[in-house]
């Protein structure tokens, strides 16, 4: 794990510039070349979140003489960052963009051109590895490329949320962390159905993108992007109403697997070396 401890700034990805893009490209290339059983690997990495070792923390869930605990937000974060700070082994200045995804309009819904374009420009046909990954785990009978169907779907509509949606999000009042968890994690979940999609393939079966099912949405790299931008707007609602407004009994919940990783370790983004950059597209309402 990388002893760098100096202070970096996550932009919006539409924001890199080339020279932060090619960085970014190339670290996610290396850990996406290690093996499987390697820690640093990418696999390794996506399959903490689901396939194949399930330690996700989604949904909210009981612990023995509390009420419910909501640590979707709190085990995200602590993901993003150990993610982040394995590709600063190899790429000291990397960070993880994230993707500002809210929509005012249908023309506007779209995945990165970082993240979307085949090929990196200026480099001949070199294939962008942002695009897709390859899972590959033959033991379990996998060997394939993800796939995303971005806004495609057999039966009906889901789309991309408004500005005015995550507006209202930030305006949860302070007492209600939960609330805004909850509410945070629904928006969360459409991302992911409209980003993966569904569609019927060439032998008439219908064929989901790998962001619309959790065991393997975290295979596709845009996964990380979007997160980001779910962390972006908790921080933005804790600098609004408190960095430590939390449930008190939340704060010594580990959030395994993660090393010395308990909700209170995780709560300032700052004490964690990071913050976003104020070049960012801005929410809107009094964060304009």
């Given amino acids: 794990m990388s002893n760098n401890n100096t202070f970096r700034i996550r932009k919006d990805v539409n924001s890199l510039t080339g020279e932060e893009l090619q960085n970014f490209r190339a670290a996610f290339a290396t850990i996406m070349n290690l093996p ?3 820690y640093r690997s990418f696999s390794y990495y996506a399959g903490l979140h689901g396939f194949p070792y399930y330690q996700c923390q ?12 909501h640590l979707f937000l709190p085990w995200h974060r602590a993901y993003l960052y150990f993610l ?44 962008n590895p942002l695009v897709r990954f390859f899972i590959n785990y033959p033991e ?28 209202m999000i930030l305006n949860t009042p302070t007492e209600h962390f939960e609330d805004f968890s909850e509410s945070l994690r629904n928006i969360h979940n459409r991302v992911h159905l409209w980003t993966g999609g569904n569609v019927i393939d060439a032998s008439g079966n219908l064929t989901n993108g790998d962001m619309t099912v959790v065991p393997f949405a975290a295979f596709d790299p845009i996964f990380f992007l979007h997160h980001c931008m779910i962390d972006r707007i908790w921080w933005l609602w804790q600098k609004r109403n408190g960095i430590g407004e939390i449930p008190d009994y939340y704060r010594n919940i580990s959030l395994a697997p ?24 801005p929410i809107t309402g009094e964060f304009r």
């Fill in 36 to 38: 499987n059983t390697d």
């Fill in 58 to 69: 989604h949904e909210p869930r009981d612990i023995e003489g509390w009420p419910l605990v």
């Fill in 84 to 127: 982040e700070k394995n590709l600063q082994d190899w790429f000291p200045t990397v960070t993880i963009p994230y993707w500002d995804w809210r929509s005012s309009s249908g023309e506007d819904q779209r995945i990165p051109r970082a993240f979307s374009d085949e090929t990196i420009d200026n480099a001949g046909a070199q294939p």
């Fill in 140 to 167: 379990s009978g996998i060997r394939r490329y993800t796939t995303r169907y971005p806004g495609q779907f057999v039966m009906g509509i889901v789309d991309l949320p408004s500005y005015e949606e995550i507006d």
């Fill in 258 to 281: 993660f090393e010395n990783g308990t909700v209170e370790r995780f709560l300032d983004i700052y004490a964690l070396g990071y913050d976003y950059g104020e070049d960012a597209i």
